[in-house]
């Protein structure tokens, strides 16, 4: 069974930093592209960030590109998402999500992702 499962959520001040992390079970974790969503109240569902399997490319919507940072530990199965400068607009529940295979241009398209984890909250307060 395929596993994903984030952690590193919680309450933060604005201005402030964290790491969300997401370790997977169950898949050959080095073989499938990873992205990170995530989704606000009464908002639809954001792509934030994709890294490929082959050479650790990254991707991530000009939104949000100068304040995240997506890396994985394929020894570790792990996947992370590192924000800073953390804004009361980043509130949201965060999910990864794994793939095979992708098109890279769309990558932070969620129907591209085969596998989800239930996703951490992150608050920032104001």
């Known amino acids: 069974e395929v596993q994903l499962v984030e952690s590193g959520g919680g309450l933060v001040q604005a201005g402030g930093s964290l790491t969300l992390s997401c370790v997977a079970s169950g898949l050959a974790f080095d073989d499938h592209a990873i992205a990170w969503f995530r989704q606000a109240p009464g908002k639809e569902r954001e792509g934030i960030s994709c890294?490929?399997?082959?050479?650790?490319?990254?991707y991530y919507p000009d939104s949000v590109k100068d304040r995240f940072t997506i890396s994985r530990d394929n020894a570790k199965n792990t996947a992370y998402l590192q924000v800073i400068n953390l804004k009361p607009e980043d509130t949201a529940v965060y999910y990864c999500?794994?793939?095979?295979?992708?098109?890279?241009?769309?990558?932070?398209?969620?129907?591209?992702?085969?596998?989800w984890g239930p996703g951490t909250q992150v608050t920032v307060s104001s």
């Open positions: 999500a794994a793939a095979n295979w992708v098109i890279w241009r769309r990558c932070t398209e969620g129907p591209q992702y085969d596998y």
């Open positions: 890294i490929s399997t082959s050479d650790g490319g990254t």
